[in-house]
């Protein structure tokens, strides 16, 4: 029996094709059952050279393949899951999708392709575009859409319409938008119509909407209004501005606007109003920074119940704060934490107000309060009175003056009925008290130095003090004289 013959290389393997060479591999030919050596074919190092696979944009990282609607195409678009929208529970289609046909340049108007895009999805976010995205139409979001913009998206109208309507809508975000109107530019005219976010409810509540980080209204009339049927909506950390007012409510009871927060609002055309009131049952604004007054002026409806926390008003060419208009009453208002930069007008209450409330703040020197309504509270104000004269007017019945520091003076007028306690006077005289004016000066008041150096003449109001040498006398009335008694 002769010995096992022991292959020394593949070709000496009965069925092996000869030769082969480095980097081959061997392969099996299905028709004939033979082998054979071949080169392996070259694995693809990048997307484009794969058959069908468009060549990489290199716009973004966070890019990913989508296919074009009605076709087998593929195309690179943003990963917005990538860039954080994932948080929200929801896949975000992109507004310049090239499906959705939306123009970007501003050379077209891209009304329709736009409301396309809102109608059919509620996650949409919209870039920022190469120049602007021209309307001529409101753009309306659906009822719990969420729309995130690219913080300079900038949108821009030219019609006598709202940017966005949110006419009984519920539910919806819009974050992060820019926009205006043009339609003055092209030889429009501007009506109340023309509002960058139009808060509206007719059949239905406008309600539990939010509007965040966004900015403009410039152009048009308000920056946004609410009308109708409103309720608990807010508005957070946006700059509104528009040429009547940044801010427009009218609405009856018992409807609110909801709540306005961290936000700018500013009126721009001569005699504006930052915020304009014309009705509202309770809301809240915190953190507000003005630069045109604000206006409760209680034309249409009742102003009732609105508080206003934190708000800085710059110089303006108009009221400060005014309140009360012909028709109708604000009652049981609230301004906390004011402060009145330098200008030359009022905090104004006219007679229809009642319960009107300033709790804290400074009042710069040239802003004037006047007080003509009933139960009106001043508390913890300090107002400067630089130059000297009258800076405070009190005519109204049933008010408190307490723990206020005046700088000057403060004049009680012959209606004048209420407390005045614990303030601090700064000059002298400190008030001038109008014959029938009915002061009720509990204590607590600080007068400056002497309220006065003899008793030759009438008091200027009850329990004024003069000190005469070492007598102190005080006033039990303002007849004359003779009203003047000695403190044991």
């Given at each position: 029996m002769s010995a096992l013959?022991?292959?020394?290389?593949?070709?000496?393997?009965?069925?092996?094709?000869?030769?082969?060479?480095?980097?081959?591999?061997?392969?099996?030919?299905?028709?004939?059952?033979?082998?054979?050596?071949?080169?392996?074919?070259?694995?693809?190092?990048?997307?484009?050279?794969?058959?069908?696979?468009?060549?990489w944009s290199g716009a973004a990282d966070n890019q990913v393949l989508k296919k074009l609607a009605g076709s087998n195409a593929l195309y690179w678009a943003t990963d917005l899951?990538?860039?954080?929208?994932?948080?929200?529970?929801?896949?975000?289609?992109?507004?310049?999708?090239?499906?959705?046909?939306?123009?970007q340049t501003g050379a077209t108007d891209t009304t329709a392709a736009m409301n396309a895009v809102l109608s059919t999805y509620k996650n949409v976010y919209i870039p920022n575009p190469t120049t602007k995205y021209k309307i001529s139409g409101s753009l309306i979001p659906q009822s719990g859409a969420r729309i995130y913009g690219g913080r300079n998206t900038q949108i821009q109208m030219y019609a006598d319409a709202p940017v966005w309507d949110l006419t009984n809508k519920t539910g919806v975000v819009?974050?992060?938008?820019?926009?205006?109107?043009?339609?003055?530019?092209?030889?429009?005219?501007?009506?109340?119509?023309?509002?960058?976010?139009?808060?509206?409810?007719?059949?239905?509540t406008c309600s539990n909407n939010y509007i965040i980080q966004c900015s403009g209204g410039g152009g048009g009339y308000y920056g946004i209004s609410y009308t109708g049927q409103c309720n608990y909506n807010w508005v957070d950390m946006s700059y509104l501005f528009g040429n009547v007012?940044?801010?427009?409510?009218?609405?009856?009871?018992?409807?609110?606007?909801?709540?306005?927060?961290?936000s700018a609002l500013l009126g721009n055309g001569v005699g504006a109003y930052d915020i304009l009131m014309d009705g509202c049952d309770t809301g809240h604004m915190a953190n507000i920074h003005c630069g045109g007054g604000i206006y409760l002026r209680a034309a249409n409806?009742?102003?009732?119940?609105?508080?206003?926390?934190?708000?800085?008003?710059?110089?303006t060419a108009r009221n400060v704060i005014e309140c009360g208009g012909s028709n109708f009453s604000v009652v049981e208002c609230a301004f906390n934490g004011i402060e009145c930069f330098t200008g030359a007008y009022d905090i104004l209450l006219n007679s229809n107000t009642s319960g009107v409330q300033f709790n804290g703040g400074q009042i710069r020197s040239g802003v004037n309060i006047k007080d003509y309504g009933s139960r009106n509270k001043f508390t913890g104000l300090y107002q400067r009175?630089?130059?000297?004269?009258?800076?405070?007017?009190?005519?109204?019945?049933?008010?408190?003056?307490?723990?206020?520091t005046f700088g000057g003076i403060v004049q009680l007028d012959s209606t004048f009925t209420g407390s005045v306690s614990g303030n601090v006077f700064i000059i002298t005289?400190?008030?001038?008290?109008?014959?029938?004016?009915?002061?009720?000066?509990?204590?607590?008041?600080?007068?400056?130095g002497m309220d006065a150096t003899s008793i030759t003449a009438a008091p200027l109001f009850k329990k004024q003090r003069a000190y005469v040498g070492s007598n102190i006398y005080e006033a039990k009335g303002t007849a004359s004289s003779a009203d003047w008694v000695l403190l044991g």
């Amino acid at each position: 029996m002769s010995a096992l013959f022991v292959p020394r290389h593949w070709r000496d393997l009965n069925g092996i094709a000869p030769g082969g060479s480095n980097g081959q591999q061997l392969l099996l030919d299905s028709a004939t059952g033979e082998l054979y050596w071949s080169t392996p074919p070259t694995v693809p190092t990048d997307l484009a050279q794969l058959g069908g696979f468009p060549a990489w944009s290199g716009a973004a990282d966070n890019q990913v393949l989508k296919k074009l609607a009605g076709s087998n195409a593929l195309y690179w678009a943003t990963d917005l899951a990538g860039s954080g929208s994932a948080s929200y529970g929801a896949e975000f289609v992109n507004m310049l999708d090239p499906a959705f046909g939306v123009d970007q340049t501003g050379a077209t108007d891209t009304t329709a392709a736009m409301n396309a895009v809102l109608s059919t999805y509620k996650n949409v976010y919209i870039p920022n575009p190469t120049t602007k995205y021209k309307i001529s139409g409101s753009l309306i979001p659906q009822s719990g859409a969420r729309i995130y913009g690219g913080r300079n998206t900038q949108i821009q109208m030219y019609a006598d319409a709202p940017v966005w309507d949110l006419t009984n809508k519920t539910g919806v975000v819009l974050c992060g938008i820019q926009g205006n109107n043009q339609f003055a530019s092209i030889g429009g005219t501007v009506t109340s119509n023309s509002v960058l976010f139009k808060m509206h409810g007719t059949t239905a509540t406008c309600s539990n909407n939010y509007i965040i980080q966004c900015s403009g209204g410039g152009g048009g009339y308000y920056g946004i209004s609410y009308t109708g049927q409103c309720n608990y909506n807010w508005v957070d950390m946006s700059y509104l501005f528009g040429n009547v007012s940044g801010f427009y409510c009218d609405l009856a009871n018992p409807y609110t606007y909801g709540h306005v927060m961290n936000s700018a609002l500013l009126g721009n055309g001569v005699g504006a109003y930052d915020i304009l009131m014309d009705g509202c049952d309770t809301g809240h604004m915190a953190n507000i920074h003005c630069g045109g007054g604000i206006y409760l002026r209680a034309a249409n409806h009742v102003v009732g119940g609105q508080t206003f926390s934190y708000l800085q008003i710059e110089n303006t060419a108009r009221n400060v704060i005014e309140c009360g208009g012909s028709n109708f009453s604000v009652v049981e208002c609230a301004f906390n934490g004011i402060e009145c930069f330098t200008g030359a007008y009022d905090i104004l209450l006219n007679s229809n107000t009642s319960g009107v409330q300033f709790n804290g703040g400074q009042i710069r020197s040239g802003v004037n309060i006047k007080d003509y309504g009933s139960r009106n509270k001043f508390t913890g104000l300090y107002q400067r009175g630089d130059g000297g004269g009258v800076k405070s007017i009190f005519a109204g019945t049933d008010t408190t003056i307490s723990g206020n520091t005046f700088g000057g003076i403060v004049q009680l007028d012959s209606t004048f009925t209420g407390s005045v306690s614990g303030n601090v006077f700064i000059i002298t005289p400190s008030i001038h008290a109008t014959a029938g004016a009915n002061a009720n000066f509990s204590g607590g008041n600080i007068w400056p130095g002497m309220d006065a150096t003899s008793i030759t003449a009438a008091p200027l109001f009850k329990k004024q003090r003069a000190y005469v040498g070492s007598n102190i006398y005080e006033a039990k009335g303002t007849a004359s004289s003779a009203d003047w008694v000695l403190l044991g």
